[in-house]
């Protein structure tokens, strides 16, 4: 993505995500690291604010239980931040359609 000077847009709930384990194993250096990936100049990291709580709502009624609530964050960011493809490695987001993103991809596809 970087060579193709694409831009990665991820939620803040990725960064709480990731940081669980090295706080669990007290890896104080491991929780600084992801924190400066994950704020770095290279990602933005899009907070869940009331544009992205109304896509959430709105993915969640249309979906269901089909999509669980972090993966309708995930798009909710997504879409209000407008990214062109959203790319992930849950097969059950298939066929999911959020109109403020251009297209969600598998991972797999790549």
């Known amino acids: 993505m970087l060579k193709g000077n694409e831009v990665l847009v991820t939620s803040s ?6 940081l669980v384990r090295p ?12 924190r400066e990936i994950l704020t770095g100049r290279s990602i933005v990291l899009v907070n869940f604010d009331q544009s992205a709580a109304r896509l959430f709502a709105r993915i969640r009624a249309q979906y269901g239980r089909r999509i669980k609530p972090p993966d309708a964050i995930q798009l909710a960011c997504a879409g209000a931040y407008r990214v062109d493809r959203f790319i992930t490695n849950d ?7 959020v109109d403020e993103v251009s297209e969600i991809v ?4 790549l």
């Open 13 to 18: 709930l990725t960064l709480g995500e990731v």
């Open 23 to 34: 706080l669990q194993e007290k890896r104080f250096d491991l929780e600084r690291r992801y």
């Open 91 to 97: 097969d059950r987001l298939d066929g999911i359609i």
């Open 106 to 109: 598998s991972l797999k596809d």
